[in-house]
């Protein structure tokens, strides 16, 4: 049997296109210098899309692709496929759920850490010779006992609060609803409140078109100028000029983003900061999770092209 065509939206780890290229017909998109042409010359063989979750898929790209039956995502995320246009036609779409949960978890932490103790400043203190030719590096914040406040208690908000408790942590959340499993916590509905609550709030949210600008300006003032912002969800859950604004004059007082508007070419205004800590959407950026993520996004397509139950499936 021939092996089925996919477009390949943007590239993976070489072990996963080694992979991928022994099952399928692979047609790199991110390669094409005319992307329109690319698709136009493959659309009427192209059975599945391969793509990463900041990429998706947009409703234009489904609507030029009559043939295809899955998109497979790399990554949890799924706020960048359009899914009114891959429902409307029965196009299945999965996603890598649960495998990168605990890398999610560990970079928000070591953001929450690495800000709040300075430690990027510090680094250079000892590097560039300030250690000993000024002395003593200003001291920075404390980071146990204090309180955090979690956005979105879904799998990666839980595991977060589960290692904010080893730093007694006084911890409270916000969600649609009370969370059975959330023990030991405190439910704060409303995310200004939960913002006023805490020192640090992190962002661990699906982001859909209702989250957007969730963190807007109200909760931003909120949180104040002693508080931290840590986003390892997506960028428009937050409202990125309230934000540069908040951070500019100080009355937010820093912040750990893992995630920005338009990336990888971020708002210039962010690099002009010194109290931002920026990380490349890199969460997930592990060898064991994207292997992980890698292999699901394989064993989904593997399912479909079989007739089997899909392993993760959004839609
Ligand atoms: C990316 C992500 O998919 O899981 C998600 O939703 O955004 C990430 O894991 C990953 O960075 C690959 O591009």
């Known amino acids: 049997m021939s092996k089925p065509e996919l477009l390949l939206i943007g590239p993976y780890p070489e072990w996963d296109m080694v992979e991928l290229e022994a099952q399928f017909i692979v047609h790199k998109l991110y390669e094409a210098a005319d992307k329109d042409e690319f698709v136009r010359q493959h659309a009427d063989r192209i059975r599945a899309i391969a793509t990463r979750g900041e990429l998706g898929a947009s409703a234009e790209l489904i609507g030029q692709l009559p043939k295809l039956e899955i998109i497979s995502i790399y990554g949890v995320g799924f706020d960048a496929v359009n899914l009114n246009a ?49 002395g003593l590096y200003p001291l920075k914040r404390r980071v146990w006992g204090r309180k955090a406040g979690i956005l979105g208690l879904g799998r990666i908000g839980y595991e977060v609060a589960k290692r904010l408790k080893g730093f007694d942590m006084d911890i409270a959340y916000s969600d649609v609803s009370e969370k059975p499993y959330a023990e030991a916590m405190t439910y704060i509905a409303d995310p200004v409140e939960l913002a006023r609550h805490a020192d640090f709030l992190f962002v661990t949210l699906a982001a859909s078109a209702a989250t957007r600008h969730i963190v807007g300006k109200a909760v931003i003032d909120a949180l104040g100028p002693e508080g931290m912002l840590i986003n390892i969800s997506r960028a428009s859950n937050i409202d990125e000029e309230a934000l540069l604004g908040a951070l500019e004059t100080g009355s937010l007082g820093s912040a750990a983003l893992d995630v920005f508007e338009g990336e990888p070419r971020l708002n210039p205004r962010f690099l002009a900061l010194d109290n931002v800590l920026v990380q490349p959407h890199h969460a997930s950026g592990t060898i064991e999770t994207r292997k992980a993520m890698g292999k699901l996004v394989r064993d989904n397509l593997s399912a479909h092209f079989a007739g089997a139950t899909l392993p993760t499936p959004v839609l």
């Open 86 to 134: 891959a429902r409307a036609r029965g196009i299945r779409v999965t996603n890598t759920p649960d495998v990168l949960t605990n890398d999610a978890a560990d970079l928000g932490i070591a953001m929450m850490l690495v800000q709040s103790r300075g430690m990027i400043g510090a680094e250079t203190w000892v590097r560039d010779g300030s250690w000993a030719s000024k």
